[in-house]
């Protein structure tokens, strides 16, 4: 149980983020180089450790700040891309006019077959016409150059700093280990200059995404609003610190939900872990904002890798089909008769990394 829970602690980890994106994007870079400075300068291990521990903690904010800015840019991508499809035939009709004056000479433009009159008219007409095409065609282009951008933005800013932070993290359980079992030390981090170099080409990568970030002028995205619908259907079979059958509480809640249902996206979000977790079977932790997480527990299958931006009703999963989820949690309403018996999904909040009631977020009645 110890250990059980020591593991969801740390899939829910995650540092406390106040500022905007590209704040925390120059502050963690900030912090990252000084961090790896007192790295290169440590002698003991004691001291390694702990400019070891200071990289972590900059890559964690850095990565957060990654996180909360591809979900602003996901949202303005999103916003752009539905704008161009409901303008489609619009576009399609400014082109062709576009495409239609560019093939057409100019003097037979101003010619109009009911004489100098019309000619004159069809010339006022041409000077109305032309500069609002014009204007139509370069908010277009720059729909078109943000969207490119993004997708730019996107592809680059999400893998920018994870092999850096597996790197530090190995070297730090590397010397806690040696230290607690008083074993020779691994060779320091500090010694190989690669490495140092390549936590300043973080940095790097980081204050880059932060001036990209800055150079789109997004919106600060909005909270999600209250309340979240459920993410499947079902009975609520026990809330926030209810004790089961076995005298154990938990901060979250229990839904009875139908065998085989499926499981949706409550808010768009940063899908922050997907798979298996003990006996919790399938877990899906999702943040829709920098210091929110909801945790969804007991489903028997994902359709979501970690790292995924998901919107509103994106399908994450289904539920079993009839067989026990949640080992530890009591499955009180098998049917007779050989039929399929309730699924339960188990549904936690953690805003700013501690657990509160999920029926202040979630519709629940």
Same mark, same amino acid.
């Given at each position: 149980?110890?250990?059980?829970?020591?593991?969801?602690?740390?899939?829910?980890?995650?540092?406390?983020?106040?500022?905007?994106?590209?704040?925390?994007?120059?502050?963690?870079? #900030?912090?990252?180089?000084?961090?790896?400075?007192?790295?290169?300068?440590?002698?003991?291990?004691?001291?390694?450790?702990?400019?070891?521990?200071?990289?972590?903690?900059?890559?964690?904010?850095?990565?957060?700040?990654?996180?909360?800015?591809?979900?602003?840019?996901?949202?303005?991508?999103?916003?752009?891309?539905?704008? $161009?499809?409901?303008?489609?035939?619009?576009?399609?009709?400014?082109?062709?006019?576009? *495409?239609?004056?560019? !093939?057409?000479?100019?003097?037979? /433009? @101003?010619?109009? =077959?009911?004489?100098?009159?019309?000619?004159?008219?069809?010339?006022?007409?041409?000077?109305?016409?032309?500069?609002?095409?014009?204007? *139509?065609?370069?908010?277009?282009?720059?729909?078109?150059?943000?969207?490119?951008? @993004?997708?730019?933005?996107?592809?680059?800013?999400?893998?920018?700093?994870?092999?850096?932070?597996?790197? #530090?993290?190995?070297?730090?359980?590397?010397?806690?280990?040696?230290?607690?079992?008083?074993?020779?030390?691994?060779?320091? #981090?500090?010694?190989?200059?690669? !490495?140092?170099?390549?936590?300043?080409?973080?940095?790097?990568?980081?204050?880059?995404?932060?001036?990209?970030?800055?150079?789109?002028?997004?919106?600060?995205?909005?909270? =999600?609003? &209250?309340? $979240?619908?459920?993410?499947?259907?079902?009975?609520?079979? !026990?809330?926030?610190?209810?004790?089961?059958?076995?005298?154990?509480?938990?901060?979250?809640? %229990?839904?009875?939900?139908?065998?085989?249902?499926?499981?949706?996206?409550?808010?768009?979000?940063?899908? &922050?872990?997907?798979?298996?977790?003990?006996?919790?079977?399938? #877990?899906?932790?999702?943040?829709?904002?920098?210091?929110?997480?909801?945790?969804?527990?007991?489903?028997?299958?994902?359709?979501?890798?970690?790292?995924? %931006?998901?919107?509103?009703?994106?399908? /994450?999963?289904? /539920?079993?089909?009839?067989?026990?989820?949640?080992?530890? @949690?009591?499955?009180?309403?098998?049917?007779?008769?050989?039929?399929?018996?309730?699924?339960?999904?188990?549904?936690?909040? !953690?805003?700013?990394?501690?657990?509160?009631?999920?029926?202040?977020?979630?519709?629940?009645?």
């Amino acid at each position: 149980m110890i250990w059980r829970a020591t593991l969801l602690l740390a899939v829910l980890a995650f540092p406390a983020l106040a500022q905007t994106p590209v704040a925390s994007a120059r502050s963690a870079a #900030v912090d990252l180089a000084r961090a790896a400075q007192t790295l290169q300068q440590a002698q003991d291990p004691a001291a390694r450790v702990r400019a070891l521990t200071g990289v972590v903690e900059a890559y964690e904010a850095g990565q957060s700040a990654l996180r909360a800015g591809l979900r602003q840019a996901a949202v303005r991508q999103a916003t752009l891309t539905e704008d $161009l499809a409901a303008r489609e035939a619009q576009i399609a009709q400014l082109l062709g006019a576009l *495409q239609a004056m560019d !093939r057409m000479p100019a003097p037979l /433009m @101003l010619i109009h =077959p009911t004489g100098p009159r019309g000619t004159a008219q069809a010339a006022m007409m041409l000077q109305d016409v032309a500069p609002a095409l014009s204007a *139509q065609a370069d908010d277009l282009r720059r729909d078109l150059a943000e969207i490119e951008a @993004l997708e730019t933005l996107e592809q680059t800013a999400a893998t920018s700093i994870d092999g850096g932070l597996s790197l #530090v993290q190995d070297a730090r359980v590397a010397l806690s280990e040696a230290m607690a079992e008083r074993t020779d030390l691994p060779v320091p #981090v500090a010694a190989d200059m690669s !490495r140092i170099a390549d936590l300043l080409a973080r940095v790097d990568d980081l204050t880059a995404f932060a001036d990209q970030l800055e150079a789109l002028r997004l919106d600060q995205a909005a909270d =999600p609003q &209250r309340p $979240l619908p459920l993410p499947v259907p079902g009975t609520l079979l !026990r809330g926030f610190g209810d004790r089961d059958a076995a005298g154990i509480t938990r901060p979250g809640l %229990i839904l009875e939900t139908p065998p085989g249902a499926l499981v949706s996206a409550p808010a768009q979000g940063t899908v &922050r872990y997907a798979g298996p977790l003990l006996d919790y079977e399938n #877990v899906i932790v999702l943040e829709p904002r920098a210091d929110l997480l909801l945790v969804f527990a007991g489903l028997s299958t994902v359709y979501l890798e970690a790292g995924q %931006i998901v919107d509103r009703g994106a399908e /994450m999963g289904l /539920m079993g089909d009839g067989s026990p989820v949640l080992a530890d @949690l009591p499955q009180d309403n098998e049917t007779d008769g050989g039929a399929s018996r309730a699924e339960t999904l188990y549904i936690e909040v !953690r805003q700013g990394g501690t657990p509160i009631d999920p029926a202040t977020w979630f519709a629940t009645e």
